[in-house]
């Protein structure tokens, strides 16, 4: 099973995830994604690369202008050190700030600053944010990823600030290449494909950080309410190395947080940061084959043979919304000749309660029996496509040296009933575009 693993003893960035990432492809690949990136219509925006070498270490830097300009800070939200400047600052330590615009992201308050000249700068909410991802010539499930990432970084900042999400605003300086970060990452991990993300426990850094609100600890509160439940550290390294956008895309992809997994590489990527530490700013990330390993499942069945046809159907119903793997019935011979139905359902541990609650409430059973298995999968995926009859849902399913796909029936079905065409003659359609 292709596997990834991301290795964050400096933390992360949008931009360091998207470099390591972006390493992990061949040239051809790197080409492409450029190309679609700096095509994705992010108003402004142009997307390149360069070389970074960080403790001897060799490795690619995300750059991004808006309008020709480099914005230091490509974060959707980051906070300030030591800057002195007759202002409050705010910016990644991964970018030195050199200079004096305000990047805070988070404010929900409008508000004017100086330098040779004024600016005053509108606040983006989190429907206009939307808006501009959905405007983008990106995959549907690429725009979804991206979305999903905002909306934790806005839960995040709501609980930080303690207003409703609908009043949370993000800054405009910085607003694009926040995006281009955010959309780059997400259409990276689309592009890698690995179904199994691992990532390290993740090093917060230490001290303190200034911002508008005055002085904060490290991590941010907005960083540290993202970062619940998922392993952190804490160094002798001085600065903020985890930023809320880093903190929520690792949230939103990364399936499990630890060590390395035995793991046969095939590429490994450096995603270098602007600023110079002690240690290499980097993170670093590693791509190849772990085997699959199955998964522990539960099987209960139970005989039925007082139960009506309807009432089987229902409790179906209920089985698969109470988180039921499978659920099936196979018509059997019970004692006194008497026809009935053997009920399996399948679930996961985790599941196990609401399950048995589910079959003793709506079925007619008095006793449940229980095995355990291992179950061998495919990983699934669905991706959505454009088509000249419109959106079309693909079911993909890779694993053990197989791969499969197939259109979503119903997608195919709602076509058929709307033109008069065939499934079969759609398919044909649509696989010569």
């Avoid at 330590?93 to 005053?120: L, M, N, P, Q």
């Avoid at 508008?212 to 619940?228: D, E, Q, S």
């Avoid at 450096?270 to 099987?299: H, Q, W």
Wanted: hydrophobic share 35%.
């Amino acid at each position: 099973m292709k596997t990834l693993y991301l290795d964050l003893p400096m933390g992360a960035a949008g931009d360091m995830l998207s470099a390591a990432l972006y390493e992990l492809l061949n040239e051809e690949e790197r080409k492409s994604f450029i190309e679609e990136i700096n095509k994705a219509g992010i108003p402004g925006v142009k997307v390149t690369t360069e070389k970074s070498e960080k403790c001897g270490i060799t490795g690619t830097h995300f750059k991004v202008t808006v309008d020709g300009q480099e914005e230091e800070s490509h974060d959707a939200h980051e906070h300030s050190h030591e800057h002195h400047h007759n202002e409050e600052h705010s910016h990644d330590h991964h970018h030195e700030h050199e200079h004096s615009h305000e990047h805070h992201h988070e404010e929900a308050f409008e508000h004017e600053h100086t330098h040779d000249h004024e600016h005053h700068h509108h606040h983006t909410s989190m429907a206009e944010i939307e808006a501009i991802i959905n405007s983008l010539n990106i995959p549907e499930n690429v725009k979804a990823d991206v979305i999903e990432v905002y909306k934790l970084i806005a839960a995040a900042e709501s609980n930080a600030h303690g207003k409703p999400v609908t009043d949370i605003h993000f800054h405009e300086v910085g607003t694009m290449d926040a995006i281009a970060d955010i959309t780059s990452v997400c259409l990276l991990f689309n592009k890698v494909g690995a179904k199994n993300i691992f990532a390290s426990a993740i090093n917060v850094g230490s001290g303190q950080v200034h911002c508008a609100h005055g002085i904060l600890p490290v991590p941010a509160p907005a960083t540290a309410f993202i970062l619940k439940d998922i392993p952190i550290y804490s160094n002798h390294i001085k600065g903020e190395l985890c930023t809320p956008t880093g903190a929520a895309l690792l949230k939103h992809f990364v399936n499990h947080f630890g060590t390395m997994p035995p793991i046969k590489m095939s590429a490994i990527g450096y995603g270098m940061g602007k600023k110079d530490f002690e240690a290499a700013n980097c993170v670093r990330a590693v791509l190849g084959d772990s085997d699959e390993k199955p998964e522990t499942i539960l099987e209960y069945t139970c005989n039925l043979d007082d139960i009506s046809a309807e009432r089987i159907g229902f409790a179906m119903e209920q089985l698969f919304a109470a988180g039921a793997v499978e659920a099936y019935t196979i018509p059997v011979t019970m004692k006194k000749s008497r026809p009935g139905n053997l009920l399996c359902v399948m679930c996961r541990e985790r599941d196990k309660q609401k399950i048995l609650e589910t079959i003793f409430k709506h079925t007619t059973t008095l006793g449940v029996r229980e095995n355990i298995s291992n179950r061998y999968f495919l990983e699934r995926s669905i991706e959505t496509v454009k088509t000249e009859f419109g959106d079309i849902r693909i079911k993909r399913a890779e694993g053990y040296g197989v791969k499969r796909e197939k259109y979503e029936y119903e997608d195919l079905a709602a076509i058929a009933r709307k033109t008069g065409l065939s499934i079969e003659e759609i398919v044909q359609k649509i696989t010569q575009e």
